[in-house]
């Protein structure tokens, strides 16, 4: 392999370590960063989807298996999107009220997912997963955004509207292929609210820092979430074990 591919290669492993749990390298500009942005969240939701479906198989009630995924998608996604929640509330709400709206945010995701017919939790995990990154990657498209610093961060910096036309339609696809029509409406709100949250924060801070996409990034994921428990209801408890629901 040629020394242009071997650094190409190494640029964008050195992206998806930046947001996800693959160990971090110093690297150059990573080349479509905002592809595989989008692309390690499908990743990350497929795989926490797989984590909990090796838990549900000894026999466990939903509701275990549910949480395993969240908890799965918070450690393969090395916590960016909460670490950045969690900064940008502490740094508008203050210290005291940081971590309650974390912890919040996480119980209404797990609450959601428990929320969401069984079936469908692979398309739920990836749709939301990839559905907040999309929102983090397009807002970069549209505002002012801070340097990215060191550490885990959804910053990319220039995003092509080739890129963000690419994974608008892979999100959209998604969200077809698991709700249909719903899905189309459930697309459309995620962006609506993708953009007024990015507009209130560019107006608030003046600029779109790592932690405030992280926070739009986390928003996201609860809409899509919720949305989905709406249009595909489970119709059992999730502490009760039984098949098909």
């Given at each position: 392999?040629?020394?242009?591919?071997?650094?190409?290669?190494?640029?964008?492993?050195?992206?998806?370590?930046?947001?996800?749990?693959?160990?971090?390298?110093?690297?150059?500009?990573?080349?479509?960063?905002?592809?595989?942005?989008?692309?390690?969240?499908?990743?990350?939701?497929?795989?926490?989807?797989?984590?909990?479906?090796?838990?549900?198989?000894?026999?466990?009630?939903?509701?275990?298996?549910?949480?395993?995924?969240?908890?799965?998608?918070?450690?393969?996604?090395?916590?960016?999107?909460?670490?950045?929640l969690h900064a940008v509330?502490?740094?508008?709400?203050?210290?005291?009220?940081?971590?309650?709206?974390?912890?919040?945010?996480?119980?209404?995701?797990?609450?959601?997912?428990?929320?969401?017919?069984?079936?469908?939790?692979?398309?739920?995990?990836?749709?939301?997963?990839?559905?907040?990154?999309?929102?983090?990657?397009?807002?970069?498209?549209?505002?002012?955004?801070?340097?990215?610093?060191?550490?885990?961060?959804?910053?990319?910096?220039t995003v092509s509207w080739?890129?963000?036309?690419?994974?608008?339609?892979?999100?959209?696809?998604?969200?077809?292929?698991?709700?249909?029509?719903?899905?189309?409406?459930?697309?459309?709100?995620?962006?609506?609210?993708?953009?007024?949250?990015?507009?209130?924060?560019?107006?608030?801070?003046?600029?779109?820092?790592?932690?405030?996409?992280?926070?739009?990034?986390?928003?996201?994921?609860?809409?899509?979430?919720?949305?989905?428990?709406?249009?595909?209801?489970?119709?059992?408890?999730?502490?009760?074990?039984?098949?098909?629901?």
């Open positions: 392999m040629s020394a242009p591919s071997r650094n190409l290669l190494r640029d964008a492993w050195g992206q998806v370590g930046r947001v996800t749990i693959v160990p971090e390298g110093d690297v150059g500009p990573a080349p479509w960063p905002a592809a595989l942005v989008v692309a390690t969240g499908i990743a990350v939701g497929a795989a926490a989807w797989l984590a909990g479906r090796m838990i549900a198989a000894i026999g466990v009630a939903p509701a275990v298996s549910g949480l395993v995924t969240v908890i799965m998608t918070i450690v393969l996604g090395a916590a960016v999107v909460e670490r950045g509330s502490e740094r508008w709400l203050g210290a005291r009220w940081a971590t309650l709206v974390v912890g919040g945010t996480v119980l209404g995701r797990v609450v959601a997912v428990w929320s969401i017919a069984p079936r469908l939790w692979l398309g739920a995990l990836v749709l939301a997963t990839a559905a907040g990154r999309w929102a983090a990657v397009g807002l970069q498209r549209l505002g002012d955004v801070a340097p990215p610093g060191r550490g885990r961060t959804f910053v990319v910096g080739v890129e963000l036309a690419a994974a608008s339609a892979v999100v959209l696809i998604v969200a077809v292929m698991i709700a249909g029509g719903a899905g189309v409406a459930l697309t459309f709100a995620v962006l609506v609210i993708a953009v007024g949250l990015g507009l209130g924060v560019q107006i608030l801070d003046r600029e779109l820092a790592g932690d405030s996409l992280a926070a739009i990034a986390a928003v996201v994921e609860l809409v899509a979430l919720v949305g989905l428990a709406a249009a595909e209801p489970a119709t059992g408890s999730p502490f009760i074990h039984t098949s098909g629901r």
